[in-house]
Nanobody, 121 residues
Framework: QVQLVESGGGLVQDGGSLRLSCAAS????????MAWFRQAPGKERDFVAA????????EYARSVQGRFTISRDNAKNTVYLQMNSLKPEDTAVYYC??????????????WGQGTQVTVSS
């Protein structure tokens, strides 16, 4: 069992930046790939970014490529999502999750409770 707690969400203007954090507890954090997903109102939950257990591999959704950066600190049991050049369409609840890569997809196992990100125009 892994517990995940996100933080860092909030309200930001178009073009602004936020950094989300996800603190993990429970089983050994460094055993897991990690990912961020997001869900906008009335829409499905979508993949945003993922990082392998040692940080050596990262992957991004096309919509955030070049604007968002995922990273992790295994000593702190924390994964981050740096979000720059935010747009109103980035508005969503952001979830972190333990994740594993299956071909072209990252599948989540344990989920956090989510943190709201709102980008105003």
């Amino acid at each position: 069992q892994v517990q995940l707690v996100e933080s860092g969400g909030g309200l930001v203007q178009d073009g602004g930046s936020l950094r989300l954090s996800c603190a993990a507890s429970g089983r050994r954090f460094s055993n897991y790939g990690m990912a961020w997903f997001r869900q906008a109102p009335g829409k499905e939950r979508d993949f945003v970014a993922a990082i392998s257990w040692n940080g050596g591999v990262t992957e991004y959704a096309r919509s955030v490529q070049g604007r968002f950066t995922i990273s992790r600190d295994n000593a702190k049991n924390t994964v981050y999502l740096q979000m720059n050049s935010l747009k109103p369409e980035d508005t969503a609840v952001y979830y972190c999750a333990t994740a594993s890569n299956h071909g072209s997809r990252w599948l989540a196992d344990y989920w956090g409770q989510g943190t709201q990100v709102t980008v105003s125009s």
